[in-house]
């Protein structure tokens, strides 16, 4: 009778710590996860037998299947950008969205103001600027530091 019910325990113990999810990244990659919840542009994970929570941006993510019910999510869609014309494509991150992303390239310039522009009007020239530098070299995502002086640094990031 122990021995009974020493193997029920080790089967439900078993179940408790079993992968439950497997995240598809845009890149290819296949991570067999806890899934723990989704935040706005977040994903929070645990690996297997850890109770450390990992994060990862939603904009690395194609999908999460639900490997019980054999569910699957569709996370975002993939960003292609093939040119210079397809700067509008380009996604401006904040840093933390990043998290699951490779940085490639990273531009840093200065913001030109001229006579009467308003601050908005300068944001939008700056980003409107670094996002077609962006398209022309075929990264899908940027994200911009600006800092006080009217300088800026911006990090490419692709899947």
Known sequence: MKIKFLILGILFTSFAFSQTHQIIKH???QLD????????????????????????????VSSLHEKASLKSESISPKIVVADKKDYSLVKVLKPYQTIGLKEV???????????????????????????????????PFVSIVEKPDGKYRAVAYVY
Not at 112 to 124: D, H, M, V
């Open 27 to 29: 890149n290819g990659e």
């Open 105 to 139: 390239e990273t531009f840093s310039g200065l913001s030109t103001k001229t006579k009467g522009e308003s601050p908005l009007a300068l944001k939008e020239q700056t980003e409107r600027r670094i996002k077609t530098k962006s398209a022309d070299n075929g990264y």
């Open 33 to 60: 996860v806890n899934y723990i919840k989704q935040d706005i542009d977040l994903i929070y994970y645990s690996l297997n037998g850890s109770q450390e929570q990992f994060t990862i941006s939603k904009y690395a």
